[in-house]
């Protein structure tokens, strides 16, 4: 090996210490050319496909069904809380006029007049 070589290897950025100390990221191997391939006898299988995923609920449709979802825990969470805990009627928790009443509590209580 000439001296040229061997001091440009090791100053280059691509030496396996930067490598090893993650500063340069190895690069993938370039892709070979493609050969013209002859089709298989029919006996034999074609060559294995590759694997291409696609989703099956996009994620517009995710992000509507988790919000769907968080609002139909909160409307059961009340229900379950204002009947079972608070001694009311299930479907109380739905009227404005329960809210102006339990905003009307703690605003009392936040009074310091």
């Known amino acids: 090996m000439s001296d040229e070589r061997h001091q440009e290897r090791m ?6 210490m930067a490598r090893r100390k993650g500063r340069v990221r ?3 191997p370039a892709p070979a050319e493609p050969e ?6 029919e006996g034999e299988a074609a060559a294995p496909r590759r694997f291409v995923r696609t989703r099956l609920i996009p994620i517009w449709l995710r992000l509507i069904i988790v919000i769907v ?3 139909a825990s909160l409307a059961a969470g009340a229900v379950v809380g204002y009947s079972a805990i608070g001694d009311g009627k299930p479907l109380d928790v739905f009227r404005l006029s329960t809210w102006k009443h339990i905003i009307d509590i703690v605003e009392k209580g936040t009074d310091r007049g």
């Open 69 to 71: 979802l968080m609002a």
């Open 36 to 41: 013209a391939k002859a089709l298989p006898p």
């Open 11 to 16: 100053h280059s950025p691509s030496s396996r």
């Open 26 to 28: 190895k690069s993938p």
